[in-house]
């Protein structure tokens, strides 16, 4: 069993904060284990909820215009999300039960090694960006945490619930090709930096 197997596992009989209670499926992360991409949303769903998977609902369907539009199949890229069991009416989480999801997704980071982040809405932004700053501030935007680059963006349920927010994201994504070709670029140069390095000794 790999480690992301086994912390899936674990995040299917998480009890560490309240939302345990109300769920009815936890949510762990899908995709490929091998994926230099990474998408992080908010909360499970509805539909999420209902299924134990992320972003099958709405929202996800937009997701999977929005890889299609880009070139990219879901099943070559992971999913995640901040929280992995939904709120209570679909609420926005509270710190303390994002406190308690934390070191799934570090764990999930340290396995998967992505090069590029995308964080879906403002809570996964937080995670990776200085605060202080809005999503309309920030989307489009990268920062580079430990060999990664991290891409702020809109969570697709934003845009279903304002159309006019489409095109941004449309837009957003089509940056992220060339941002992974950038990330993949650099992870070589370092590689290569390192051999070097060591042939020295």
């Given amino acids: 069993m790999t480690e992301i197997e086994t912390l899936n596992g674990e995040v299917r009989g998480c009890q560490r904060c309240r939302l345990a209670q109300t769920r009815k499926l936890a949510v762990p992360g899908e995709g490929s284990e091998r994926a230099d991409l990474l998408f992080i949303g908010e909360a499970p769903g509805f539909w999420e909820n209902e299924q134990g998977r992320p972003f099958v609902g709405p929202a996800g369907q937009l997701l999977d215009e929005l890889l299609a539009l880009i070139g990219?199949?879901?099943a070559?890229?992971?999913?995640?999300n901040v929280v992995k069991c939904r709120p209570p009416g679909n609420r926005e989480p509270l710190p303390d039960e994002i406190a308690a999801c934390a070191g799934y997704l570090d764990r999930l980071?340290?396995?998967?090694?992505p090069k590029v982040v995308v964080t879906l809405g403002r809570y996964s932004m937080a995670r990776f960006f200085p605060?202080?700053?809005s999503m309309k501030e920030l989307?489009?935007?990268?920062?580079?945490?430990?060999g990664m680059a991290c891409v702020a963006m809109?969570?697709?349920a934003a845009v279903l619930r304002q159309a006019s927010l489409r095109p941004v994201i449309e837009a957003d994504f089509r940056t992220i090709p060339g941002i992974l070709a950038q990330a993949k670029a650099g992870a070589a140069q370092q590689e290569q930096a390192e051999?070097?390095?060591?042939s020295l000794f």
């Fill in 109 to 113: 980071i340290a396995a998967l090694k």
């Fill in 139 to 146: 989307h489009g935007k990268v920062v580079w945490r430990d």
């Fill in 76 to 80: 070559t890229v992971y999913i995640s």
């Fill in 131 to 133: 605060p202080g700053k």
């Fill in 154 to 156: 809109y969570h697709p």
């Fill in 195 to 198: 051999a070097e390095q060591l």
């Fill in 72 to 74: 990219v199949k879901r």
